[in-house]
C-alpha cells in the first residue's frame, strides 16, 4: 500500500533535479521568439508540456525509467496546481482547470507522438498549429515550423540521454554543451 510513497520520497532528489533541467529547457527563448509561442501563463504552459513530453517519450524506451517518468508528470501535474492557486484561481475551480490542462497535455501527447516519432517537420508543425497556437492566444502560427524544428531537434537530444545519467537526475551527462 505505502510502495508508492516510498518510491517518490526516494525519488525526490532526482525528480527535483529533472524537474529544474526541464523547467530551464521549457523557458528557451527560441520557443517563444523564433518559434511562437506567447510569453503568457498559457504560453509557458504549452512550452513546459512540450519538454515534458519529449521527456516522457525518451522515458518511454526503457522500463527502468518508468515509474521516475511516472514522478515526472506528478511533479508537473502538481506544479501546474500550485501556480494556479498561486494567480489566485478559486479553490473550487482548481480542480476544473486541472481536468482541463491534463486534457490539453494529453491531446498534445497524441498530436506530437507519430510527427516526432517519424521526424515528420511538416506534419509536426501542422499539428502545432491545430493545438499550440490556437490554445495559447497570442501566438504566431505562422512560426509553427521553427517550433517544430525546435521540438525535433530537443528530441534529438533526449533520445542521446543515457538511461543512468536521467536515473541520477541528468538530462545530458557529457553532451549537456550540445543541447538544443
Known amino acids: 500500500m505505502f510502495e508508492g510513497f516510498r518510491r517518490k520520497r526516494r525519488n525526490r532528489a532526482i525528480v527535483d533535479a529533472l524537474w529544474d533541467e526541464l523547467v530551464e529547457r521549457a523557458r528557451t527563448p527560441d520557443r517563444f521568439l523564433d518559434g511562437g509561442l506567447p510569453d503568457t501563463v498559457l504560453g509557458r504552459f504549452e512550452s513546459l508540456g ?70 515528420d517537420l511538416a506534419a509536426l508543425a501542422e499539428a502545432l498549429r491545430r493545438t499550440v497556437h490556437v490554445d495559447a492566444p497570442g501566438g504566431r502560427p505562422d512560426a509553427a515550423e521553427a517550433l517544430a524544428h525546435h521540438i525535433l531537434a530537443a528530441a534529438e537530444f533526449y533520445d542521446r540521454c543515457d538511461a543512468t545519467d536521467i536515473l541520477a537526475g541528468r538530462l545530458a551527462g557529457a553532451d549537456r554543451k550540445t543541447a538544443p
Request: hydrophobic letters at 50%; aromatic letters at 10%.
Open 50 to 119: 512540450i519538454e515534458v513530453f519529449l521527456f516522457v517519450r525518451r522515458c518511454g524506451r526503457d522500463p527502468a525509467l518508468a515509474a521516475l517518468s511516472q514522478d515526472v508528470i506528478d511533479r508537473f501535474m502538481t506544479d501546474l496546481d500550485h501556480s494556479m492557486r498561486e494567480l489566485g484561481v478559486g479553490y473550487l475551480a482548481v480542480p476544473k482547470r486541472m481536468r482541463k490542462l491534463a486534457g490539453r497535455f494529453y491531446a498534445r501527447v497524441a498530436a506530437f507522438e507519430a510527427p516526432v516519432a517519424n521526424r
